[in-house]
Structures are given as structure tokens and as C-alpha cells.
């Protein structure tokens, strides 16, 4: 399959910094990118949605001045969390499509923990 | 809110077939089923889709009732690597909405 990175890892950060989160899809264009969120032993909540060039869509309860995206390019989406606090430690995944109605290929995540 | 129904875990013994099961009783003429899986601290793997037929790669086969009200995952010969929580989603060309999927053990 599709191949999507994630970057960095793992990152810990202090309260009230940003965090910026790169996902990149490696051997296909993506037109569209996804943001997810998962808390432990919870399932993968879907925060927004981007396409290239255009601003992203944000699912309801999700900040969009807190949660920055950017899709800047066929291959390249990033998040930024601004201001970080406890409560938004979490692991964050991105997804890559290409044409539309294709399968989502998922990066491997990154784990934020803020302290 | 996620479309489907699945049973919060199921066991199965290593070399024999797994077969998970899904209701999407709600489904729309145009929307797809996927199912993803995934261990541990990682990001969601794709197995497969499908919209009508019955379908079979590498991994797994899909099959799909002729109602389209449910599916079922088939792996053929469940290893232990395949431990991981399985989910179904309906989605069309959009957003995918995960639900809280099945965990599946495969026990030695």
C-alpha cells in the first residue's frame, strides 16, 4: 500500500508552547489529508479535514485557531497545536487520499505529550 | 456518529480462519465498506474495501451481503501479528468516522 510518514514521532513539549506535526504522503499525491486525535484505549476521532490549497474543514468541538492545518502541497499536510496544554497530549495520526473515493492511507502517528 | 456494528472482541486460534463480522444496516447506495486494523500505538492499517461484490487481496476477503446490510472480514489463517483492533467503516468519497471497532486475539 500507499505509504504516508509522520514527523516527529514523539514529542514532548511545556505548557503553552506550539507543536507543529508533519505528515507527508511518499509515493502518491494527496489531494486530501486527515487529522485524528486518539485518546488511550479510544477509537480515532476525526478533527479535520484538508485539501490542497484550500483551508481545512473542522469537525464540531474542534478549535480551529488551537489546531492549525496547513496543505500546502500535494504531499505535505502539517498541524500545528498552539498554546499546548495537558489536556492535549494525545496521539495524533494523519491520513493521505488520493482520488476521490480511494482508500486512506494512515501515517504512523505522533505522540504529544505536553507537560 | 459511525455507521456500523461490531462485537467488541472475538478470539480466534492461530492457522485457523478468522471471521469478523459487521452490520451496517443504514448503509447509502453509494457508500463503501472499509475495514482497517490497528496494533498497538500505530496508525490504522487498510485491508480492503468494498461497495457490492465480494472482494480478496493479499490480506483478506471481504464479503458483502447481497442487501449490503452486512459483511464480513475473512483473514484465512490468523497469525498471532493479526492481535489488533479491526474496524468497519461505511464512508463514501469523504471522511471516514471510526467507531470503537473489535478487538480480535489470536491465541497460540
Known amino acids: 500500500g500507499a505509504v504516508v510518514s509522520q514527523h516527529p514521532s514523539r514529542v514532548i513539549c511545556k505548557s503553552g508552547t506550539s507543536v507543529k506535526i508533519e505528515c507527508r504522503s511518499l509515493?502518491?499525491?494527496?489531494?486530501?489529508m486527515f487529522w485524528y486525535r486518539q485518546f488511550p484505549k479510544k477509537s480515532l476521532m476525526l478533527m479535520a479535514t484538508s485539501n490542497e490549497g484550500s483551508k481545512a474543514t473542522y469537525e464540531q468541538g474542534v478549535e480551529k485557531d488551537k489546531f492549525l492545518i496547513n496543505h500546502a502541497s500535494l504531499t505535505l499536510s502539517t498541524l500545528t497545536v498552539t498554546s499546548a496544554h495537558p489536556e492535549d497530549s494525545s496521539f495524533y495520526i494523519c491520513?493521505?487520499?488520493?482520488?476521490?473515493?480511494?482508500?486512506?492511507?494512515f501515517g504512523p502517528g505522533t505522540r504529544l505529550t505536553v507537560t | 456518529d459511525a455507521k456500523t456494528t461490531q462485537p467488541p472482541s472475538m478470539d480466534c486460534a492461530e492457522g485457523r480462519a478468522a471471521n469478523l463480522p459487521c452490520n451496517h444496516s443504514?448503509?447509502?447506495?453509494?457508500?463503501?465498506v472499509y475495514w482497517y486494523r490497528q496494533i498497538h500505538s500505530q496508525g490504522p492499517q487498510y485491508i480492503i474495501h468494498?461497495?457490492?461484490n465480494n472482494e480478496t487481496n493479499e490480506m483478506a476477503s471481504l464479503i458483502i451481503t447481497e442487501d449490503r446490510k452486512s459483511s464480513t472480514l475473512i483473514l484465512p489463517h490468523a497469525t498471532l501479528r493479526d492481535t489488533a483492533v479491526y474496524y468497519c467503516i461505511v464512508g463514501g468519497s469523504e471522511k471516514l468516522v471510526f467507531g470503537k471497532g473489535m478487538k480480535l486475539t489470536v491465541n497460540p
Open positions: 509515493d502518491f499525491q494527496a489531494t486530501t
Open positions: 468494498g461497495l457490492k
Open positions: 491520513s493521505a487520499r488520493g482520488l476521490a473515493g480511494s482508500e486512506q492511507y
Open positions: 443504514t448503509i447509502s447506495g453509494n457508500e463503501y
